[in-house]
Structure formats: structure tokens, C-alpha cells
């Protein structure tokens, strides 16, 4: 089993459409939870960050972090064209200062004007 | 833009040559890690140097080699190339030990022939 599974997609919505996007992990031990955005032939960018369970909100974007069932999401509201890209979940575990991220696959989001 | 750059952006090289990959981080940060991303896959973690010295490694061969310079640039090193090594190389650089973010470059796109 994976550490971090997470559904490739592809996923195709209409622009103005809320878009979850979701990934489990295995690994009680990982503590922060990153949502990072690939454009094609580009590195990954950080979007969201989140410690422990809970929720945090940034413009039109929400993250989740649910620990007790090892499920993380990430919320999309008015979705855009512009949004179209690969959502990439990543999370870290402290071991011993080395903060590697362990990445799902990533989602292939397609926003349709 | 995350302010970390890569060279070169593309290069080809044949099965058993060796290669070097250069990423320069973002002023003040102390760590750099480097991620081997293989199409339709999240990067894997390959290593992280912190302050010049490596902290942590991925499960990754010895063919693969690593430095870090006082001047917050970095070097990837893979010796006897070998097919499976074509993929996207990602350079991330963080704040240091504790902190968990990690802003990505656009990547050095490696085909091995």
C-alpha cells in the first residue's frame, strides 16, 4: 500500500463549479499537510499548508485535514480556467529535521470555460 | 515565482553518462532537497542537504550524489545514467530544519537515451 493515495483523474468541470479534490495516507505519523498546483512543464507551487486536523480557508480555496481517517481535501470554489492544472497533495512527518514531503500521483483538473 | 532556479531546463544524455543538475535557492534558506518526478507521478523524495551536509536521503541508489554551497546553489550529481532516470529533477528549498515549507523550481527535464 501507497503512504498517499490520491485519485489521478482526469477531472473535467465547467468554469463557476466547486471541484474536491482528496488524497488518504496510511501513516498516523505525518503532521502537516500541503496542497501544491502544476502547470504543465512547470515546478510545483505551494497553495495551501496546514497543521493537525482542521480547516483553513484562503480565497476560494479550503483544505481540510480530517487525521482520524487519514483524509485530506481540498475545496475549489468558482472554479476557473485558470485554475486548470495538477493538484498535488503532499504531507510531512518530523523525522529527525529531515522534512521530506511524500507526494500523492496528482489530480489533473480541467476547468471548461 | 518562488525565486529558486534550475539549469539547464532540458538535456539529453546517453544511457550510462553522467550528469549534473544546478539549482540556486532562495536567499536566507538553509535547506534544499531535490525530488525526482517521473511522468503521470508525484516527485519522489531522492535527498535534503541542510547547511552544506546531507540530512536525510530517499530510497535512492548512491549513483545519485549531492552538494550544497555557502552561496544557497546546489548540485545534483547521477553517475551511469540509466533509462529509468529520465524524468522531471525538482529543486525545493526551505527555511531550514523545522520549517516545512518548501518553494519548488521549475525542474531540469532529464532524457536518458
Known amino acids: 500500500q501507497k503512504e498517499v493515495e490520491q485519485d489521478p483523474g482526469p477531472l473535467s468541470v465547467p468554469e463557476g463549479a466547486i471541484v474536491s479534490l482528496n488524497c488518504t495516507y496510511s501513516n498516523s505519523a505525518f503532521q502537516y499537510f500541503m496542497w501544491y498546483r502544476q502547470y504543465s512543464r512547470k515546478g510545483p507551487e505551494l497553495l495551501m499548508y496546514t497543521y493537525s486536523s482542521g480547516n483553513k480557508e484562503d480565497g476560494r480555496f479550503t483544505a481540510q485535514v480530517d487525521k482520524s481517517s487519514k483524509y485530506i481535501s481540498l475545496f475549489i470554489r468558482d472554479s476557473q480556467p485558470s485554475d486548470s492544472a495538477t493538484y498535488l497533495c503532499a504531507m510531512t512527518r518530523d523525522q529527525g529535521g529531515s522534512e521530506k514531503l511524500v507526494f500523492g500521483k496528482g489530480t489533473k483538473l480541467t476547468v471548461n470555460p | 515565482e518562488t525565486g529558486v532556479t534550475q539549469s539547464p531546463t532540458h538535456l539529453i544524455k546517453t544511457r550510462g553518462q553522467q550528469v549534473t543538475l544546478r539549482c540556486s535557492s532562495q536567499?536566507?534558506?538553509?535547506?534544499v532537497s531535490w525530488y525526482q518526478q517521473a511522468l503521470g507521478q508525484g516527485p519522489q523524495f531522492i535527498f535534503q542537504y541542510y547547511r552544506e551536509e546531507e540530512n536525510g536521503r530517499g530510497n535512492f541508489p548512491p549513483r545519485f550524489s549531492g552538494l550544497q554551497f555557502p552561496n544557497y546553489s546546489s548540485e545534483l550529481n547521477v553517475n551511469a545514467l540509466e533509462l529509468d532516470d529520465s524524468a522531471l529533477y525538482l529543486c525545493?528549498?526551505?527555511?531550514?530544519?523545522?520549517?516545512?515549507?518548501?518553494?519548488f523550481g521549475p525542474g531540469t527535464r532529464l532524457t536518458v537515451t
Open positions: 536567499s536566507g534558506h538553509n535547506t
Open positions: 525545493a528549498s526551505g527555511g531550514g530544519v523545522g520549517t516545512y515549507e518548501q518553494y
